[in-house]
Nanobody
Framework: QVQLVESGGGLVHPGGSLRLSCTAS????????MGWYRQAPGRGRELVAT???????NYADSVRDRFFISRDNGKLAVNLEMNSLKPEDTAVYYC???????????????WGKGTLVTVSS
């Protein structure tokens, strides 16, 4: 069984910073891409940032130069450092990972339960 556990969501003032973390656990052979997605009220789920096992990253234009994604392969973790937060960043943020489990020949996408980030004065 594979699980993703998220932490770090909360309430922050505009211009503030917040750090999200996500750790994978279970009988994991390898993890390819890991990333963060978000869903704001009235919008579909959108990509925020991803990072591959080789540490290649990509970001949504709306967060580029403000957010920073990183990963720790030893800890099976992915983090998202969010800076200069804006009210429009308010959303439920979801951790995602493409994982090959022990005993499986094909990787699958896994999702965390989501953590709410609210940016408000």
């Amino acid at each position: 069984q594979v699980q993703l556990v998220e932490s770090g969501g909360g309430l922050v003032h505009p211009g503030g910073s917040l750090r999200l973390s996500c750790t994978a656990s279970g009988s994991i052979v390898s993890i390819n891409v890991m990333g963060w997605y978000r869903q704001a009220p009235g919008r579909g789920r959108e990509l925020v940032a991803t990072i591959t096992s080789g540490f290649s990253t990509n970001y949504a234009d709306s967060v580029r130069d403000r957010f920073f994604i990183s990963r720790d392969n030893g800890k099976l973790a992915v983090n998202l450092e969010m800076n200069s937060l804006k009210p429009e960043d308010t959303a439920v943020y979801y951790c995602n990972a493409n994982i090959l489990r022990l005993g499986s020949i094909q990787s699958m996408n896994y999702w965390g339960k989501g953590t709410l980030v609210t940016v408000s004065s």
